[in-house]
């Protein structure tokens, strides 16, 4: 048997529930893997259904389909002398796996269910599946007659086994797996086993991605072997982006590694590896002695040798690949990538005439529209760059054509041209907007190519007001003119209603007033980031309702750094306008003394929200914990760091071994600037003041328009962040209570020790 193989795994944008397109995209990497010389390929998790499929996982459909599109790979004859790993659910005596299906040849060599299933965060495997809990032991399965009369077998070992191959063993280990702290590679190593498969459902978010791949690294480094990691990649039809980066590591260096984002439907990776090299790895007789006292794995017996390919470019041929350098890109970067490819693929599902935005001149809708920008720069970058995948290349022009209703023999000739397309924005100005910001906006649609138009909404609200007035009688007055903090509010609102109500008229009839063929409507962005929405900074049912949210998931600072590198990188230069200006709502009057602002509005910084948000959700800690955590930070006299690490200047990809904390860092302590010095009763008014802003708004995040998922401290109400919206007041709560007899406890010995000092 020869010591070199080739070996290949996969990132496919699957949809969930669209079998018949996932089996196609299951069989095409295959196909792409045997042209390689691959005798192993492993596919993401549950590829067949679509990992997001949520509550379809308990429905029998979903198992029957499953099957009979499992029968078509197996029986195709481009699956055939290659070794398959494919991810699907499978029900063993009337309870739910997420399973691997491991075949050659139209025989199933095992079917090894997870054993630790994810069931944070954003996931719920619990809820569908059950674990496989006994552990190096497999039980007879009771083929379905679908695949049963393909392969010839009535029963197949079901359960936690290593495969023999003549020439190696191997073993599938599924995504949380890899990040439990007793995982089953540990296990499969010591007994042997040289190759781990790990099939994937993870999603993005931002600064994740080197957790992940440092997991990989760490974990083969350890373990010695050979680590075939594969990712689902794209928007499955739910508020998650998964994001790809399949790759190939031996012995702790990766030597071959996919991409994070992109275009490509399919994208298979390659390596070809030395399996003496994992055995030269483990000598250490300190390993030696764990693996000996390892309790056996059953052996399934597979008559393959995977160093003999019987098609495609021999190992020999190719040699052993040599290490790469880990690619992740900077916080910015991740921003103008991942919600563009998201909005892409959630666009070409759902096959609307395009995106719509009310865009005010200030940042949030400018990012948003930015993003909607860069996915244009992707699509054409694909269309035109001629290291696109062919296949790649053929379906985005044929979604381009589509979505922008044009011929077959149209190409767009630049990322403008596809914006003026599909997207279209809108100045919605009001008595109390500026010049400046109606210019913004203006300088920015023009500038990117979308369809723009520009109003007022003065005659609506002035109706509505007068409406309200011959009813009741009563002239409602903001504060500059001796209103109540009532009426200014109410003023305000109802402009930011209209606004809603206008963005929808404008999205149903501007495909049609701009003649498009067959009319169709617009997908409405809304653009209130994550700090907002944690603070309830926003108006319920105003712009912030539309169909999706790209910066749902994104903090005011992050966006910052996003549009710093995107005035560069796109060459957008009028985006230094918006980034010097002073974020404001403008839903009140402009006075000789007064302007309103963001950050005094809140009684807030944005910079302050982020560290909240991350102390709230990441850290886990309530009033009394947060408020004991700033004292430590917040009560320092002295900044300890330059607040000066824009995330802007960031390279453009980081490399391993550069790839420091400053890569990947928080925003709050990469670029943002915060408290210091504070005594311990301001921390405890800057706390509850949070806590008692987002306890009464909390209902308003029970009606956000879906955001894409991009932040571990998003307060998300649908999927990721449970809680209450119905809470007792913060300020005669007992954390009050307590932090309040703290701070008078603290005040007093400072006080004592004053009067000591003055005595002595
Ligand atoms: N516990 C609860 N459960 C369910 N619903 C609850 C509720 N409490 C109030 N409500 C409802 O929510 C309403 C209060 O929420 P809402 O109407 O949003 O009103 P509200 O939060 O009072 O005002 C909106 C805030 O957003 C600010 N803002 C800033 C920047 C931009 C914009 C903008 O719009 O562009 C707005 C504005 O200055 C103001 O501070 C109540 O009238 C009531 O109908
Ligand atoms: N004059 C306007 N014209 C069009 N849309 C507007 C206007 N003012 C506000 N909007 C819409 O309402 C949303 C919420 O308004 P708000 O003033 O809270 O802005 P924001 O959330 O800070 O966002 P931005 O930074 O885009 O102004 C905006 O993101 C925008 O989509
Ligand atoms: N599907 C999974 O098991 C994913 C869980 C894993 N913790 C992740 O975030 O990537």
């Not at 495609?312 to 919600?339: F, K, Y």
């Not at 796109?570 to 002073?582: G, K, N, V």
């Not at 909240?612 to 009560?635: A, C, D, I, N, Q």
């Amino acid at each position: 048997m020869g010591r070199l193989m080739t070996l290949a795994t996969c990132s496919l944008n699957q949809w969930a529930m669209d079998f018949t397109g996932n089996k196609t995209r299951i069989i095409e990497s295959i196909k792409r893997a045997k042209a390689a010389g691959a005798t192993l390929r492993v596919g993401p998790e549950l590829e067949i259904t679509g990992y997001g499929c949520l509550d379809h996982f308990l429905e029998g459909d979903l198992f029957l389909h499953s099957w009979e599109m499992l029968g078509q790979i197996m029986e195709d004859p481009v699956c055939q002398d290659i070794v398959c790993d494919v991810g699907m659910p499978v029900r063993h005596r009337n309870v739910r796996y997420n399973c691997r299906v491991i075949f050659y040849n139209k025989k199933i060599l095992l079917i090894r269910p997870k054993q630790f299933l994810a069931n944070d965060g954003n996931y719920r495997e619990m809820r569908y599946f059950t674990p496989w809990s006994k552990e190096r032991y497999t039980e007879d399965y009771y083929l379905e007659e679908t695949v049963g009369k393909i392969t010839g077998q009535r029963i197949v070992p079901f359960g936690d086994a290593i495969i023999s191959t003549r020439d190696t063993a191997f073993a599938a280990e599924t995504c949380e797996e890899l990040f439990t702290s007793n995982a089953p590679h540990i296990h499969q190593g010591l007994n042997g086993c040289e190759i781990f498969t790990n099939s994937s459902g993870s999603h993005f978010e931002i600064r994740k991605i080197m957790t992940r791949l440092t997991l990989m690294t760490e974990a083969t480094r350890l373990s010695k072997g050979i680590y075939l990691y594969a990712n689902q990649k794209g928007c499955d039809g739910d508020r998650l982006y998964y994001d790809g980066c399949s790759m190939i590591i031996v012995n702790g260096k990766c030597v071959a590694q996919g991409s994070q984002f992109g275009l490509d439907d399919v994208e298979v990776v390659t390596a070809t590896v030395d399996i003496e090299e994992v055995r030269s790895a483990r000598f250490a007789p300190s390993r030696g002695l764990q693996a000996q006292n390892q309790p056996a794995y059953p052996r399934i017996e597979a008559d393959v040798a995977l160093s003999e390919p019987k098609t495609g470019p021999s190992p020999l041929d190719r040699g052993p690949s040599e290490p790469v350098t880990i690619r992740a890109h900077s916080p910015p970067e991740e921003i103008a990538l991942c919600p563009a490819l998201w909005l892409w693929d959630y666009l070409r599902r759902v096959g609307s005439a395009g995106f719509f935005i009310p865009l005010s001149g200030g940042i949030d809708s400018c990012a948003t529209s930015v993003i909607v920008f860069s996915m244009c720069r992707l699509v054409h970058q694909a269309i035109h760059s001629d290291k696109t995948h062919p296949a790649t290349k053929a379906q985005v022009i044929a979604d381009c054509r589509k979505l922008c209703a044009k011929g077959d023999d149209w190409l767009p000739s630049s990322p403008q041209e596809i914006s003026g397309a599909l997207f279209h924005t809108c100045f919605m100005g009001s008595i109390n907007s500026s010049a400046d910001t109606r210019r913004r906006a203006k300088l920015l649609a023009k500038d990117i190519g979308a369809y723009h138009t520009d109003m007022n909404i003065d005659t609506i609200v002035d109706a509505l007001t007068k409406l309200f007035t011959t009813v009741t009688s009563f002239t409602p007055r903001f504060k500059v003119h001796g209103g109540t903090p009532a009426e200014n509010l109410a003023l305000q609102n109802i402009q930011a209603r209209i606004r809603m109500v206008v963005a929808y008229l404008w999205a149903q009839l501007l495909p049609t007033v701009r003649q498009r063929p067959n009319g169709g409507s617009l997908l409405v962005l809304g653009s209130a980031n994550v700090d907002e929405q944690l603070r309830g900074y926003l108006t319920k049912y105003d712009c912030s309702s539309a169909d999706i949210n790209p910066i749902g998931g994104i903090s005011k600072t992050d966006l910052k750094a996003f549009i710093a590198y995107a005035a560069k990188a796109f060459d957008l230069p009028i985006l230094e306008e918006f980034l010097s200006a002073t974020p404001t709502a403008e839903l009140e009057p402009i006075t000789e003394t007064y302007v309103q602002s963001d950050e005094a509005d809140m009684g807030m910084t944005y910079a302050e929200l982020s560290v909240f948000g991350r102390l709230r959700k990441v850290h886990k800690l309530g009033p009394w914990g947060m408020y004991e955590r700033l004292l430590y930070s917040w009560g320092k006299p002295v900044p300890d760091e330059k607040p000066d690490a824009a995330a802007g200047a960031q390279p453009s990809t980081t490399e391993q071994q550069q790839s420091t904390p400053a890569a990947h860092e928080s925003p709050e302590t990469a670029h943002a600037i915060l408290p210091r010095g504070l005594s311990p009763r301001e921390i405890r008014d800057k706390v509850l003041r949070f806590f008692h802003f987002f306890q009464i708004n909390r209902h308003k995040a029970t009606i956000l328009p879906p955001g894409l998922h991009l932040e571990e401290y998003s307060p998300e109400d649908n999927r990721f962040d449970l809680r209450p919206f119905l809470y007792p007041s913060i300020w005669a709560s007992w954390s009050a209570k307590k932090i309040d007899a703290h701070v008078e406890r603290l005040e007093k010995s400072t006080e004592d020790k004053k009067i000591g000092g003055e005595t002595a």
